[in-house]
């Protein structure tokens, strides 16, 4: 089983994710456990109030819990459909600076995938992923909820 790599993950996103590639969200590490990604405040992806705009913030944390579910659906020798079915967050604070987004659930994940391999209909499950700034200070939270469902072979 190959693990997906930050490299093919910056390269599809600049192909693909034209936004998420300019505002400067990139992935820098991922295994089975966690993934991290980061972006720096700057003026492309910054808001009225001079911190970076919630939007990007949310790109780059639903690209380190989606890359997380990915990995552990490409484990798998079945085709599984992988949906975003809802978003919480919390700001706690201004975020400037370089940004990094750890989403430490990939076990979560897999169990997830693994389960909906059993179930006809599917499962949904949540995947946190926590936002601090340079100094350890988290600036924001998300929670996304993640259904799968493994396609019926014809």
């Known amino acids: ?54 939007a990007v913030q949310g790109m780059a944390a639903e690209l380190a819990c989606g890359m997380l579910v990915m990995q552990a659906v490409r484990q798998q020798n079945r085709s599984i459909s992988m949906l975003l079915v809802g978003t919480q967050a919390t700001f706690v604070k201004k975020a400037r600076g370089r940004i990094e987004f750890v989403c430490q659930d990939g076990l979560r994940a897999k169990i997830g995938v693994e389960q909906c391999l059993e179930k006809t209909d599917g499962v949904q499950f949540d995947l946190m992923v926590i936002g601090r700034d340079e100094h350890g200070d988290i600036v924001s939270e998300f929670t996304f909820n993640w259904s799968v469902k493994a396609r019926v072979k014809p």
Do not use: E, Y
């Open 1 to 54: 089983m190959k693990l997906i790599t930050p490299f093919q993950v910056n390269s599809f996103m600049l192909l693909k994710l034209p936004a998420a590639f300019i505002c400067g969200v990139r992935l820098k590490a991922i295994d089975q456990h966690k993934a991290r990604v980061t972006v720096r405040h700057r003026w492309i992806n910054q808001n009225p109030f001079r911190s970076m705009f919630w």
